[in-house]
């Protein structure tokens, strides 16, 4: 067990710029979910993916973001046009379901990816 | 909907103290979970609890306790003989079923002074 791992662990860009942030899930969890803190706040969710379907997406996600977990194993967030209010630690976690009524293990969160936007 | 109310933005106390974080949440479901996490300096948060909806047994851990009450929907965190490795924030969070969502409330930055 490697815990969750995310790429890269700081990004500054210029306003206006895409990025694209990476996440490597524990190898057999099956769910997968993205979650953006701001200083002196908690983990806000954002959305989450059973193997590679996306389930659900939160209202802070702008059209200008967009996730992927193409084959179920890591996922990749990416934000277009960023903007300083984009300017946060981008937490990934993982985690594992078991039984039919989608019962979870406890998430296990990533180092984060601190994004500044100048 | 779900919600989770920490209430103590920041605690200050002196090493050796005992100190309880506080933990209100509001619910629909009757099966969730709940869950205290640390987030030290260094970013990461640690998983430290999960306990579910069908369990009021409180739990100790070394110089960690949890008192869960769904009569008040509470669940408080005791840290015993708090140690300066303790300074941290501390997250409580609640997971539905019914959502397969995690909500943390704003978190309680705890600081053991030596």
């Known amino acids: 067990d490697t815990g969750v791992s995310q790429d890269p662990r700081h990004k500054i860009t210029k306003r206006g710029q895409n990025v694209t942030f990476r996440c490597d899930p524990i190898?057999?969890?099956?769910?997968l979910y993205w979650y953006r803190q701001t200083l002196g706040q908690g983990p806000e969710f954002l959305t989450y993916?059973?193997?590679?379907?996306?389930?659900?997406k939160s209202r802070l996600l702008s059209d200008r973001f967009s996730a992927e977990r193409p084959k179920g194993s890591f996922s990749t967030l990416e934000i277009q046009r960023t903007e300083q209010g984009d300017s946060a630690m981008y937490l990934c976690?993982?985690?594992?379901?078991?039984?039919?009524?989608?019962?979870?293990?406890?998430?296990?969160f990533g180092n984060g990816t601190r994004l500044t936007v100048t | 909907a779900q919600k989770v109310t920490q209430a103590q933005t920041e605690i200050s106390v002196v090493e050796k103290e005992d100190v309880t974080l506080d933990c209100v949440y509001e619910?629909?479901?009757?099966?969730?979970?709940l869950f205290w996490y640390k987030q030290p300096p260094s970013g990461e948060l640690v998983f430290l609890i999960r306990?579910?909806?069908?369990?009021?047994q409180n739990e100790i851990s070394g110089r960690y306790s949890w008192n869960f009450q769904k009569s008040t929907s509470s669940f408080n965190f005791t840290i015993t003989a708090s140690q300066v490795v303790d300074s941290a924030v501390y997250f409580c969070?609640?997971?539905?079923?019914?959502?397969?969502?995690?909500?943390f409330g704003s978190g309680t930055r705890l600081l053991v002074r030596p």
């Open positions: 306990r579910n909806s069908f369990d009021e």
């Open positions: 969070a609640h997971y539905e079923d019914s959502s397969y969502k995690l909500i």
């Open positions: 619910t629909r479901d009757t099966t969730y979970y």
């Open positions: 190898s057999e969890h099956n769910r």
């Open positions: 993916f059973q193997n590679e379907a996306q389930l659900e």
């Open positions: 976690a993982s985690s594992e379901t078991f039984g039919t009524d989608g019962r979870s293990s406890p998430l296990h």
